[in-house]
């Protein structure tokens, strides 16, 4: 096969041999897994066992001898037996894969590159010292690879074995760098993505309102990338970070008391660890000898559900830390399946008598106080037995079961099983395929699929730091992130359950800055990050309805601010109104007005065969009230809400009703100059100005009135309008003109007939007539023209709905000037002078002379 070129431990002894002797030997030591059963179907494993590799510096003289690796990790070697648990319990399943049985090899990556990639490279070759002429054409040694832990060996896994094709699964490697479908073309993994963590720790710093944080990373891919992705989404919610601090467990106590230091010194109370657990405890181990509190660490899934963390009491500055961890589960049966683990089962294993040696802190070298082999793994407490926090080993369970279900479907689509010819076996190309479409529910009820990136859906428990009753710490659940769900339904909490930093139970205040209240904005602090900045206050005619706003803003034209600057207050609509005191009293002078004209026309009916009425043409008298009563009325238009139809009713009605009004008084002023003409000897001026020409003067001098209307409404007419500048606090709504030159065209015309009427009346006023009805006409006019003359000024100046009122005001008392001067003497002499009401008292004067 072409991957056997990978190999650089191989030698070809090529010279003076013939092609059938030419071999391959292994120059180096071969690479031999720590636990291994061969089976019809192998799968491969590799856990970091051992926590570090001694390096060692070779002389390139000798063959170099084996890695030697220390310090066995009871969590890795715990991800290992779960992996075996796994494959014993689908050998056992009459279900999945029926006829087939699963084989393992696992090999230790010593939390090194190097060992990882030689781990890789073992589980794709084999490991025989020499190489036959079939090596190259027999099927790989395994089907699938599951691990690495982490994500920098991981990476490298990938990409020496992804072009061959060969699945790489991995339990708890979670750099966002491996979602890249081009670099790492096999790779899958049953844990989230580092993507979701990072958006799902910005999520919930935003959502405690924690705008001014410090992070501290490992300097790893696992860390790096992290902490890259939650810096990208923190600075687009507006989260700012005061430093970052990149810490690896190799580096110097100088670089460990550096970022303390630096901690301790921020402003910023919020501290997101993005850190491995490895990296961690060099860095708390610092800040407990220093002594530092009142931190709220927010931490990643590598290390917030650390029992060897939550169980040292020294570490108590953590309670109250919260961050998300892979969701729990439980593993029926796991428990009874570790305990059992005995280096009885497999006396030439040296790495169960290690592990053995490690868990009860014993040799089996030593005689005296050593090792037996009886004590009981059950009856033992520490990270190894205790099984309340499987998160981690469900997902490395969960890996073992993502490869047999690929292979189940394998090899039902083709009808394949281990008696059939070598060329039907399942490939790692096949797997790699079926992998890709993988579905399926495992018993602890959960779906499990993976996306074009080889990522399954992203759930997370928020747990949070609680202090337990023997003084450690417990894990306590108190939310969810699902981002299965939408956006705004992803995070969950529970804060009635939440504990925080120095177990209190009010949430901690980070900011770099005090928020801004209402009715002021932010003004970013100059050379400072965002979130520091200084509170100002909105300028006139702007506010801010929010907290921390940026920018204020004009209200609309329809509201205006209030005092505080923080809200906009719908403004009062403002006209004068029928129900409000103003508009009821000038509706009642209206009606008074109608009711005293009808009364004058009643009394007039009454009385209409008496020379009083029949003087000066009583047909014009009875028009004269007709019209007075139109003009109280149309008062009447005024009030009350403007609309398109009432704005041009107000205008039109009262300008032709008076000009109807004037007319009438116009004519029996001509009436009062002809009469007396007519005296004269000689003069028949009277038949010029009868009956018939009095109607047709009033109806023309009406007609030319309604003609200026008309033209007003066709060409501009009055529309309601909003006056939104008079007062800040009001609208005014009023007619608007349309066309100014109409109103004033309307008002002047009327004008001039009023002064015509009332220099005809003042000559008219001496004339030799016992009742001359001159006089009390012009002194109606003078009101008249009084009243109308002051009316402009004070149109003008009036503001809102008194400018309303003026114009009431001003029909009213002109209408009551016309109705009592010309027709309260003549109601005076009928009721109350009826000897009066004769032709000879009303002609005594002119005969005398």
């Known amino acids: 096969m072409a991957k056997r070129t990978v190999s650089l431990l191989l030698l070809v002894h090529s010279i003076h041999l013939p092609a059938s002797e030419q071999v ?25 066992i051992h926590r570090s590799a001694l390096l060692k510096t070779h002389s390139f003289t000798s063959k170099p001898e084996q890695t030697t690796c220390v310090r066995l990790n009871l969590r890795e070697f715990k991800f290992a037996q779960t992996f075996i648990f796994a494959i014993e319990e689908i050998n056992n399943s009459t279900k999945l894969l029926p006829g087939v049985s699963l084989g393992y090899k696992i090999y230790d990556g010593c939390n090194s590159i190097a060992q990882t990639i030689i781990a890789g490279m073992a589980l794709m070759n084999g490991y025989e ?3 036959s002429g079939t090596s190259c054409s027999r099927p790989p040694a395994m089907q699938a690879i599951v691990g690495e832990s982490t994500s920098s060996p991981t990476i490298a896994l990938a990409s020496v074995v992804g072009p061959f094709s060969l699945p790489v699964i991995s339990h708890f490697a979670t750099c966002a760098c491996l979602s890249n479908r081009k670099r790492y073309p096999s ?4 844990i989230p993505s580092d993507y979701y ?33 939650f810096e990208e989404s923190a600075k687009q919610e507006g989260i700012c970070i005061e430093y970052s601090e990149a810490i690896l467990r190799t580096d110097p106590q100088e670089q460990f008391l550096k970022t303390m230091e630096i901690i301790k010194q921020g402003t910023a109370r919020v501290v997101v660890a993005f850190v491995s657990f490895g990296d961690f405890i060099p860095l708390v181990k610092v800040i407990a000898e220093h002594n530092i509190t009142g931190l709220q660490w927010v931490g990643s899934e590598s290390w917030i559900t650390s029992r060897n963390l939550a169980e040292t009491k020294e570490y108590h500055f953590l309670s109250g830390a ?25 006396p030439n294993n040296n790495i169960l008598k290690e592990f053995w040696e490690t868990a009860f802190q014993c040799s089996f070298r030593n005689i005296e106080g050593g090792c037996t082999g009886l004590e009981k793994l059950a009856e033992l407490k520490n990270e190894y037995t205790d099984i309340s926090e499987l998160r981690i080993e469900h997902k490395a369970y969960t890996a073992v079961y993502a490869v047999a279900h690929a292979l189940h479907n394998f090899l039902k689509d083709f009808k394949s099983y281990i ?14 395929q079926y992998m890709k479409d993988v579905r399926f529910t495992i018993k602890t009820g959960e779906h499990i699929f993976f996306d074009a990136s080889g990522d399954p859906v992203a759930r997370y428990d928020l747990v949070n730091w609680q202090p337990a009753e023997d003084g450690s710490l417990q894990f306590k659940h108190v939310g969810v992130y699902d981002s299965s769900l939408p956006s705004e339904q992803r995070l969950q909490i529970n804060l009635e359950h939440m504990l925080w930093a120095g177990h209190i139970r009010k949430m901690p205040v980070s900011m770099c800055s005090e928020s801004c209240l209402p009715g002021n904005r932010k003004a970013v ?23 921390d706003s940026s920018d204020c803003f004009p209200c609309d034209l329809e509201y205006w601010l209030n005092e505080s600057k923080d809200r906009c207050v719908l403004k009062v609509v403002e006209f004068l109104s029928y129900t409000e005191i103003m508009g009821m009293v000038l509706c009642i002078f209206s009606f008074i007005g109608v009711l005293l004209t009808a009364f004058v026309s009643f009394l007039f009916y009454l009385h209409k065969e008496t020379p009083i009425v029949r003087a000066n043409n009583s047909e014009l008298s009875f028009l004269l009230l007709f019209s007075l009563s139109l003009c109280f009325l149309c008062s009447l238009t005024v009030i009350g809400r403007p609309t398109e139809w009432s704005c041009m009713l107000r205008h039109t009605a009262f300008g032709i009703t008076f000009v109807l009004c004037i007319s009438c008084v116009l004519g029996k002023t001509i009436v009062v100059l002809m009469a007396f003409r007519a005296t004269l000897p000689g003069n028949n001026v009277m038949k010029w100005f009868g009956p018939v020409q009095q109607r047709l003067s009033v109806v023309s001098l009406t007609l030319i009135q309604v003609l200026i209307c008309v033209l007003w409404l066709t060409i501009s007419p009055p529309f309601p309008y909003m006056n939104l500048n008079y007062y800040r606090e009001r609208i005014i709504l009023e007619c608007n003109l349309g066309s100014a030159l109409g109103f004033w065209a309307v008002l002047g015309y009327t004008g001039l007939l009023s002064i015509l009427c009332f220099v005809l009346a003042f000559l008219a006023r001496k004339l030799p007539d016992n009742f001359n009805e001159a006089k009390f006409i012009t002194f109606s006019m003078l009101i008249f023209c009084a009243v109308w003359l002051t009316f402009i000024p004070a149109y003008v100046s009036s503001p809102g709905k008194f400018t309303v009122a003026v114009e009431i005001f001003a029909i009213l008392v002109s209408s009551f ?3 009592f001067c010309i027709f309260a003497p003549k109601c005076y002499i009928i009721l109350l002078k009826p000897e009066k009401n004769t032709k000879k008292q009303m002609m005594g004067k002119s005969s005398s002379s």
Not at 419 to 432: A, F, G, H, M, R
Not at 534 to 541: K, L, R, V
Request: net charge neutral; charged share 15%; with cysteine.
């Open 817 to 819: 000037g016309l109705l």
């Open 129 to 131: 010292e020499t190489l």
């Open 419 to 432: 008696n059939s010819s070598k060329e039907e076996l399942p490939t790692p190309q096949k797997v790699l």
């Open 187 to 190: 790779f899958f993994r049953t």
């Open 197 to 229: 963590q990072s958006s799902a720790l910005v999520q919930l710093v935003k959502y405690f309102g924690w705008t001014w944080v410090g992070t501290v990373r490992s300097r790893s891919d696992y860390g790096n990338n992290g902490i890259a992705a």
């Open 322 to 346: 919260v961050g998300f961890a892979v969701v729990n589960a439980n593993l029926v049966g796991l428990r009874e399946f570790l305990v059992n683990v005995h280096p009885g089962q497999e």
């Open 525 to 547: 602090q100059k050379g400072r990050p965002v979130c520091c900045y200084d509170c100002i206050t909105c300028a006139e005619g702007e506010i801010s309805n929010g907290t």
């Open 24 to 48: 391959c030997r292994l120059l180096g030591q071969p690479a031999l897994p720590l636990l291994s059963t061969e089976r019809d179907i192998n799968i491969g494993a590799i856990f970091s």
